[in-house]
């Protein structure tokens, strides 16, 4: 199976340099920049094993020319258009698309663009960032990716992605259910991203503060929206939820809060926004999703006015 990895960052790097290690047929679609980087080697660093990989196969958007038998999407919600531009050389009548995004709208614009025939749920577990020599930084020992047809049926390229895939280091599942997974991940994701984000420190911070009751109303209107969508999270998968987000001294943070401390660009409406949009009733009932949002918002707003002023300056 040839394999398309559009991205070497955190996600894409690391689950790429997994299946190179397990000698599978993979090549990074990356931008000219980094595909000069990576001529100098692609290095993991991973409690599961560290990796160092010579001259990684890597392909630019301009010379990509042939299909690929799979395109693993991982990029940034903010930059899905221009992927998908990027990706549309490689993917042929057998091309399946497996996308390691949160929430749901990429998966609509995939389906609109490429055909939902073509594009697989699917969702992945891992701390993982880029460190400051470019090298991959695996966080914590989980890792894992979990994959399956939108519809819920076995599939023979279900089947080939899963061999493809087994023997690498990482944790790989075959899933019938992936949409609800990739729901429930979502209204983690989002309540996570927006509580701490809202309340600019992590979970323990929140709970120090005495103010834990904030993190479990949030999880509780984003689990809401789920429901009226028709995806009610179970009951496992709340309870680990709520005690991620309420546990005394917890160091954890969304990666959205981490972005914008940095000054980065943030996901806001593919997370929190599009949640909302799709809550029906319930987004009515969300006070704290809502506020959440439009702070984050703010966030992007006047990080767009800084740059416009930087520019101008």
Same mark, same amino acid.
């Given at each position: ?141 989980? &890792?894992? /990716? ?5 519809? #819920?049926?076995?599939? !023979?390229?279900? $089947?080939?992605? *899963? ?56 999880l509780n209107e984003c ?36 972005d914008i401390e940095a ?6 409406? &593919?997370? /929190? ?5 799709? #809550?029906?009733?319930? !987004?009515?009932? $969300?006070?704290? *999703? ?24």
């Amino acid at each position: 199976m040839r394999i398309l990895v559009l991205g070497a960052g955190a996600l894409g790097g690391y689950f790429g340099a997994r299946l190179l290690e397990a000698g599978r047929d993979v090549t990074f679609l990356v931008r000219p920049k980094r595909a000069a980087k990576l001529q100098g080697g692609l290095f993991v660093k991973s409690p599961a094993g560290d990796i160092k990989l010579d001259k990684p196969p890597t392909v630019t958007a301009d010379t990509l020319k042939q299909p690929f038998d799979l395109v693993l999407l991982t990029c940034k919600a903010y930059d899905l258009e221009t992927s998908m531009d990027a990706i549309a050389p490689a993917v042929g009548p057998n091309t399946a698309i497996l996308p390691l995004l949160n929430g749901m709208s990429h998966i609509d614009a995939l389906n609109a663009r490429f055909s939902k025939e073509r594009v697989l749920g699917g969702w992945c577990a891992i701390s993982a960032t880029v460190g400051p020599a470019d090298e991959i930084v695996h966080l914590q020992p989980f &890792h894992t /990716l979990s994959f399956g047809e939108q519809d #819920g049926s076995k599939s !023979a390229r279900a $089947a080939a992605v *899963l061999a493809a895939f087994s023997g690498a280091k990482f944790e790989v599942l075959a899933t019938d259910s992936v949409m609800h997974e990739m729901w429930e991940k979502w209204i983690f994701i989002a309540a996570g991203a927006g509580i701490t984000s809202l309340m600019r420190g992590s979970a323990g911070d929140i709970v120090a503060a005495g103010a834990v009751e904030l993190s479990s109303a949030i999880l509780n209107e984003c689990a809401a929206i789920a429901t009226a969508n028709g995806f009610p999270p179970r009951s496992g998968a709340l309870d680990r939820y709520t005690a991620m987000l309420t546990a005394t001294g917890s160091p954890f943070t969304a990666s959205m809060l981490r972005d914008i401390e940095a000054g980065m660009p943030v996901e806001a409406d &593919h997370i /929190l926004g599009d949640l909302l949009r799709r #809550g029906k009733g319930a !987004a009515q009932s $969300a006070p704290l *999703l809502r506020v959440a949002f439009a702070h984050v918002k703010t966030y992007e707003a006047r990080r767009a006015r800084e740059q416009r002023g930087s520019k101008v300056a």
